[in-house]
């Protein structure tokens, strides 16, 4: 049997590096802003297909001397395929960009597969609908848990999720990580992956309070917590073990994505222990919260 760990005993010193860890993800949210990519602010993409396989390094060089210092270019696929994306809001813009590289290059010329343009306006709407897409989840989850468990619960997962997106999505605009639309769909993944996590610790909890008769709220968590240690840290170091692959192999592409699915796995791990369970200790959650509402109704005697 496990030695139960008191990992509430440290909660004031948790809640002091949450509140810093916090307020230094929106400083920089506010201060340097998200460097969001072209689905959300307009530009143009160009697939190109080469003969022999591209050096990137020197494409990107050839697309600086031609004028176009903006330029991400990226593998694609097959080592002849890439990719460049662009700012700007002239459609033509994909096609002179392939004119220019095909004019350097040399014994190796590009052909263009495809050129995209996405306008200004629909990378608002995408920017405007993928946020109430991730306020439309968070409502969900409050929902969902006030059903399953009990309304303080569900006001714990939701301060644990939105620390966790606030976390993360701060370290994207500290270190200017691009933000585009696989990086949503990986902070979007964070809100179901970490509520799972907290789910996991809150049944231990509800379910000690029928054992753990006579033991405080904080020993309940604690034993609940050190219960479900080893489920959680065999699901997060597997996650992320998963998630370094993509990180290390999986090229530009997907590097937005792993490095957000990275710190909220980290962000989510943390709350579900020292945000999500403090908070019901400041709610005083006990026993009688889980206790279902008795059946009231007045019985009628029509009888004379």
């Known amino acids: 049997m496990l030695r139960t760990i008191n990992f509430m005993g440290v909660r004031n010193v948790a809640f002091g590096f949450t509140l810093f860890l916090t307020a230094l993800a929106l400083f920089s949210c506010f201060h340097k802003g998200m460097n969001y990519g072209l689905d959300f602010t307009g530009g143009t993409l160009i697939e190109l297909t080469y003969e022999h396989p591209a050096d990137v390094s020197k494409v990107r060089e050839q697309l600086t001397e031609a004028g176009y210092h903006e330029a991400i270019v990226q593998s694609f696929g097959a080592t002849t395929d890439l990719l460049v ?6 459609p033509q813009l994909g096609h002179q960009v392939a004119e220019a590289l095909q004019k350097v290059g040399g014994d190796n010329p590009a052909q263009v597969k495809r050129v995209e343009f996405v306008g200004p306006q629909v990378g608002e709407e995408l920017r405007d609908q993928g946020g109430l897409g991730m306020l439309m989840a968070l409502v969900g989850v409050l929902i969902y848990l006030a059903f399953r468990f009990q309304w303080k619960f569900a006001v714990g997962a939701i301060v644990s999720l939105i ?3 606030v976390v993360t999505v701060g370290i994207l605009s500290f270190f200017q990580v691009t933000f585009d639309l696989t990086v ?3 902070v979007l993944a964070i809100i179901g992956y970490s509520l799972n996590d907290t789910i996991v610790v809150f049944d231990r909890v509800r379910e000690n309070f029928r054992v753990l008769r006579k033991a405080s709220l904080i020993e ?3 034993v609940s917590t050190t219960q ?3 489920r959680t840290m065999a699901t997060s170091i597997s996650t ?3 998630i370094s692959a993509l990180l290390f192999f999986g ?3 997907l590097f937005g994505f792993s490095i957000a699915l990275f710190v909220g796995v980290l962000a989510g791990t943390y709350s579900s222990i020292y945000i999500a369970n403090v908070v019901l200790i400041w709610l005083n959650l006990n026993s009688e919260d889980l206790i279902p509402p008795a059946n009231t ?3 009628v005697d029509d009888r004379p």
């Open 85 to 90: 994306r662009m700012p700007g809001a002239d």
């Open 163 to 165: 620390h966790d997106v």
């Open 184 to 186: 949503l769909a990986a």
């Open 220 to 222: 309940n968590i604690n």
């Open 228 to 230: 479900t240690l080893l």
């Open 240 to 242: 992320l073990l998963a």
């Open 251 to 253: 090229g530009d592409n």
């Open 297 to 299: 109704q007045k019985e």
